[in-house]
């Protein structure tokens, strides 16, 4: 069975390694949080799923969620991430991330059923130290991209499909070593898109370099006030010049397409989970004129603010 709640928090945790910074992102979150129900007789939890339509809410839950669309098709939304989905449609979505797949239900006299197999696990499902061991560093940074939603394609999805279907019928040991190789074959896959937007899922990058977490942390503090690129640079230490260039190379995203894209994000964010008019959320999230805002969400996203919110509140 399924337990939701609303949780309303007044900021966002972000974590990584001893790291922790609130950031205050000031909304009310509609989110809803789901109970993924524990079982003392596996490590993790693996469902098959046939519907009349998938009916989950917009929820989050703080456990990695790997699916499998085996037949259906709609609408997905992970983040601020809006796109279509059909069938042997595969994403990992990492812990809190807001998620749900919206489809219409069967037409009349219809017998077609919407199914999925989902994969429910802790980060620390494998105890506390696992993750921690050299052999796992790959998983550690599959874990820590999948909190914005990774989307595979390809192979990848093809080879990870084929265990997940045996999934929900296997036990013991091969039950583990199943989940194990889906590990790797997604570590080891160059077929993953990442969904959402730094600015809607802001994160610390362990296995970034401490300059470039640097200005992350001041830019997701920062955003929504004018923010000067020399005072970015003076943090990590570098001059503007010399800076610019190892943050595109080590990001592969100048400064200002960063920048923009946390305010982006974060102005999703608000579209999807509050009321407030479009012209505040735009100043909220950093832009000087609405204008500017329209140009640069519907730059990143494809869409108008308004008709992003629309989508995402459609029945």
């Known amino acids: 069975m399924r337990l939701l709640?609303?949780?309303?928090?007044?900021?966002?945790?972000?974590?990584?390694?001893?790291?922790?910074?609130?950031?205050?992102?000031?909304?009310q979150n509609k989110a809803e949080f789901e109970l993924i129900p524990k079982s003392e007789l596996h490590s993790f939890a693996v469902k098959a799923y046939t519907l009349p339509r998938f009916n989950v809410p917009w929820h989050f839950h703080p456990e990695c969620e790997l699916t499998l669309i085996v037949q259906s098709s709609g609408?997905?939304?992970?983040?601020?991430?809006?796109?279509?989905f059909a069938p042997d449609d595969l994403v990992?979505?990492?812990?809190?991330?807001p998620h749900y797949w919206r489809n219409p239900g069967p037409k009349k006299n219809s017998k077609t059923k919407s199914q999925a197999v989902v994969v429910h696990f802790?980060?620390?499902?494998?105890?506390?130290?696992?993750?921690?061991?050299?052999?796992?560093?790959?998983?550690r940074n599959l874990l820590l991209r999948a909190r914005r939603g990774l989307h595979f394609t390809g192979k990848t999805r093809d080879a990870v499909a084929a265990i997940m279907m045996r999934l929900p019928g296997s036990k013991g040991l091969d039950r583990l070593l199943a989940l194990l190789n889906i590990f790797k074959l997604l570590t080891e896959?160059?077929?993953?898109?990442?969904?959402?937007?730094?600015?809607?899922?802001?994160?610390?990058?362990?296995?970034?370099?401490?300059?470039?977490?640097?200005?992350?942390?001041?830019?997701?503090?920062?955003f929504a006030t004018p923010i000067r690129h020399e005072a970015i640079a003076r943090g990590a230490g570098m001059s503007l010049s010399a800076f610019g260039h190892y943050f595109k190379r080590v990001t592969g995203r100048t400064l200002t397409d960063f920048i923009n894209d946390v305010r982006v994000g974060h102005a999703s964010r608000l579209l999807i989970e509050t009321d407030q008019p479009v012209s505040k959320i735009a100043y909220a999230s950093g832009f000087e004129s609405l204008s500017n805002f329209n140009d640069r969400f519907r730059k990143l996203t494809g869409v108008s603010p308004k008709e992003y919110r629309r989508e995402h509140h459609a029945n």
């Open 75 to 84: 609408r997905r939304f992970v983040g601020d991430s809006i796109e279509a």
């Open 122 to 139: 802790r980060e620390e499902c494998f105890g506390a130290d696992f993750l921690g061991l050299p052999e796992m560093t790959g998983v």
């Open 189 to 222: 896959s160059a077929e993953a898109r990442v969904l959402s937007s730094p600015g809607f899922a802001p994160l610390l990058d362990e296995f970034a370099s401490e300059r470039i977490n640097r200005a992350y942390r001041f830019i997701f503090e920062n």
């Open 92 to 97: 990992l979505i990492g812990s809190n991330l």
């Open 5 to 27: 709640w609303r949780e309303r928090p007044s900021g966002l945790l972000v974590r990584t390694g001893a790291i922790s910074v609130l950031l205050p992102m000031q909304l």
